[in-house]
């Protein structure tokens, strides 16, 4: 093209000189867009030799027509609009997509959907938690977090929860949260109490009887003999 500008410029060429026949018209832009006003076809200007065109990046240059959430896309002459994810258009206009609307249940069956500017967020319920990209609501393992639960147990996780499993001579707190010593003595008589013939000492996760002189008690048994 810029030797047949350059032809054009300085009168070495003539239509008769050109072939095929189709290449005419291609002399006649040139001639139009170059010879006569000096000037290149939209989308183009003209270069630093003056003699050729280039393209006008109209991304770079800010001079495009494309939406706020669109992305402009140089190409040559002209260029191109594309909407940005989340939104819906033919890039010069640009419509937020209304996820929740299209799908109410696409935080899942523990979350609510709450839409944003080009995408959504979920709230989820008690015991769950946004996943790493906030879009669906997952469990919450809580016998592997941070706070420590099931103390002088075992914690077993729930869908949405969790259970403690207490030792032997522990259980749970009003919380459920943690286990604690059980008070085997705790409210007994001498009618009713546990070691049969002896007195009743609490102990961290159990309990020991002490027995009158010459008795002796039996774990397990039926108290002192």
Avoid: W
Wanted: glycine share 12%.
């Amino acid at each position: 093209a810029a030797c047949l500008v350059a032809a054009l410029h300085n009168g070495s060429l003539d239509r008769e000189s050109l072939a095929p026949p189709a290449a005419l018209e291609s002399v006649d832009v040139l001639r139009h867009f170059v010879l006569d006003g000096v000037s290149c076809m939209p989308g183009f200007t003209l270069a630093a030799d003056n003699l050729t065109c280039a393209d006008v990046d109209e991304c770079e240059a800010d001079t495009h027509g494309c939406h706020p959430n669109a992305d402009c896309i140089n190409i040559p002459g002209g260029y191109n609009c594309e909407c940005h994810p989340g939104y819906v258009g033919n890039g010069t206009e640009c419509a937020d997509v209304m996820d929740c609307d299209q799908d109410p249940n696409i935080c899942g069956p523990h979350g609510v959907c709450v839409n944003s500017p080009g995408d959504y967020n979920c709230e989820c319920e008690f015991g769950y938690t946004p996943s790493y990209n906030g879009k669906r609501c997952e469990d919450i393992n809580e016998c592997k977090g941070d706070k420590p639960v099931c103390k002088n147990g075992n914690c077993v996780n729930m869908d949405g929860t969790y259970a403690c499993e207490c030792h032997e001579g522990y259980g749970l707190n009003d919380e459920g949260d943690q286990c604690v010593d059980i008070n085997e003595c705790s409210g007994e008589t001498d009618d009713s109490s546990i070691c049969l013939g002896g007195k009743c000492r609490n102990t961290i996760g159990s309990f020991t009887c002490e027995c009158p002189p010459n008795y002796t008690y039996i774990p397990g048994g039926s108290g002192c003999v």
